[in-house]
Structures are given as structure tokens and as C-alpha cells.
């Protein structure tokens, strides 16, 4: 059994992002192996907060150049949480 903090590994925050948060809808990156009931369960136990719908998306990594040396930047799953309505998550308050 996983953790619920290795599930969730950061927030996102983007203009984008916090556009969405008017319809409670907050952006994590999490786990790659994780699946929508695993990033579900997580977010209301470490928030505490109810979950209605959850979106997943792969995002793959960009190309990348430092000078003549090329790479890319690392591949990522993210996910948006739609939580219900009049609850909020703390760590997006201040934004």
C-alpha cells in the first residue's frame, strides 16, 4: 500500500489553474502509476475535503537545450480534483 503523500506530489499553480478554481476545481501533479480512485481517496484524506470528479491527463516532457547539449524535461501526470461546493482547500487560499 502506497502512502497518500507519495500520491500527491505538488500543486500546480498557473494563471490557468487558478481560473479554475471559481468552479473548484484545483490542479495537483501526482504519481504516474496513480489512478483516479487512488488520487480521490488521497485528496480527502489529506485535505479533508469531499470529491466529486476527478480528470487525469499525461503531459509529456518538453525538448530542452542547455547551450549544445540536448535533453527534455521529465514527463508527468496531472490531475484536476473537482471538490463540492463551499469547501475549499487551505493551500490554495492565499493565491
Do not use: C, W
Not at 481560473?19 to 480512485?37: E, G, W
Request: charged residues 35%; positive net charge; glycine residues 6%.
Amino acid at each position: 500500500m502506497r502512502y497518500y503523500h507519495d500520491i500527491i506530489i505538488k500543486p500546480v499553480v498557473t494563471e490557468k489553474s487558478m481560473d479554475l478554481l471559481a468552479d473548484n476545481k484545483y490542479t495537483f501533479i501526482v504519481d504516474k502509476k496513480a489512478n483516479k480512485t487512488e488520487i480521490k481517496n488521497a485528496i480527502e484524506k489529506i485535505f479533508k475535503v469531499d470529491v466529486i470528479k476527478v480528470y487525469t491527463m499525461n503531459v509529456k516532457g518538453k525538448p530542452k537545450r542547455m547551450g549544445r547539449f540536448e535533453g527534455k524535461t521529465s514527463d508527468r501526470k496531472k490531475a484536476i480534483v473537482m471538490i463540492r461546493p463551499g469547501q475549499k482547500i487551505k493551500i490554495f487560499d492565499g493565491m
